[in-house]
């Protein structure tokens, strides 16, 4: 049986386009008891209300007609965000020569927060410029920097 998230991007990625965004990522997630669909979509200038708007409508009735969640849950379009999270090699490969926030899962040299430039994606692991390699299997989240 396929994935929701799966499903979900698959039906989803018609209509976004159609909105003259691109599908960022899609999370199926359990949160305080409550199940919750999200649909993260970008354009190229940023994603606006409308934008969403023009997603939301037109997925949500296509979720309805094919029905591929079978319990209840809250479905929310959104921009990926500023500070995105890159899961995907997509995203990696998009985001090249960015700087990014990488989140350990434990420790390395007594922290779990490194900030650099995003040199390259390579089997899962994450590169920074440097050569600073961190392995996927050490590797929690990993989002855009954002400087304010």
Same mark, same amino acid.
């Given at each position: 049986?396929p994935?929701?998230?799966?499903?979900?991007?698959?039906?989803?990625?018609?209509?976004?386009?159609q909105a003259?965004? !691109?599908?960022?990522?899609?999370?199926?997630?359990?949160?305080?008891?409550e199940?919750?669909?999200?649909?993260?979509?970008?354009?190229?200038?940023?994603? *606006?209300?409308?934008?969403? +708007?023009?997603?939301?409508?037109?997925?949500?009735?296509?979720?309805?007609?094919?029905?591929?969640?079978?319990?209840?849950y !809250?479905?929310?379009?959104?921009?990926?965000?500023?500070?995105?999270?890159? &899961?995907?090699? +997509?995203?990696f490969?998009?985001?090249l020569?960015?700087?990014?926030?990488? /989140?350990?899962?434990?420790?390395?040299?007594? !922290? &779990?927060?490194? !900030?650099?430039?995003?040199?390259?994606?390579? *089997?899962?692991?994450?590169?920074? +410029?440097?050569? /600073?390699?961190?392995?996927?299997?050490?590797?929690?989240?990993?989002?855009?920097?954002?400087?304010?």
């Amino acid at each position: 049986m396929p994935k929701v998230t799966d499903v979900v991007s698959e039906l989803a990625g018609p209509v976004v386009e159609q909105a003259g965004c !691109t599908l960022w990522d899609v999370e199926y997630v359990k949160e305080a008891g409550e199940w919750f669909l999200r649909v993260y979509i970008d354009r190229e200038g940023g994603v *606006d209300l409308d934008a969403c +708007e023009a997603v939301s409508r037109p997925l949500s009735d296509l979720l309805d007609e094919h029905d591929p969640i079978p319990n209840s849950y !809250t479905f929310e379009v959104s921009s990926a965000g500023l500070d995105r999270a890159l &899961k995907k090699p +997509e995203h990696f490969a998009k985001c090249l020569g960015s700087r990014v926030d990488i /989140r350990l899962y434990r420790p390395v040299e007594g !922290t &779990k927060e490194y !900030t650099g430039t995003l040199a390259g994606y390579e *089997d899962g692991a994450v590169v920074l +410029e440097g050569g /600073r390699r961190f392995e996927k299997k050490d590797v929690a989240q990993v989002r855009l920097h954002v400087d304010f």
